[in-house]
């Protein structure tokens, strides 16, 4: 099981940036975000996967958030750019240290078994 420490997130105005940080306490296979907003299910983000470095994207954020990662530190990072208010919500960092997303596929909360605490993002219109 991998220990998630997450860190960034606050308040921003539309259209500004924020960057959220997620160390994990081991070599994860692949990390992702997730959000969920009051009343919401909680929906995929962004993930990558941690040797090649693919990225995926939900359509509502791709051009606009960016997912890296850091191997060194075993670290993601989430860029979020152009912010919405819809984009308001708390972004949980998820991993899994042997599951790696395929290509063609996009990954599911059910894909990852190791959660960080929830970071609040709350961008004002």
């Known amino acids: 099981q991998l220990r998630l420490v997450e860190s960034g997130g606050g308040l921003v105005q539309a259209g500004g940036s924020l960057k959220l940080s997620c160390t994990a306490s081991?070599?994860?296979?692949?990390m992702a975000w997730f959000r969920q907003a009051p009343g919401k299910e909680r929906e995929l983000v962004a993930a990558?996967?941690?040797?090649?470095?693919?990225?995926f994207y939900a359509a509502s954020v791709e051009g606009r958030f960016t997912i890296s990662n850091e191997r060194a530190k075993n670290t993601a990072y989430l860029g979020l750019n152009s912010l919405k208010p819809e984009d308001t919500a708390v972004y949980l960092c998820a991993a899994s240290r042997y599951w790696r997303p395929i290509l063609t596929a996009m990954p599911t909360r059910h894909n990852y078994g190791d959660w960080g605490q929830g970071t609040q993002v709350t961008v004002s219109s």
């Open positions: 081991g070599r994860p296979a692949s």
């Open positions: 990558i996967r941690w040797e090649d470095g693919n990225t």
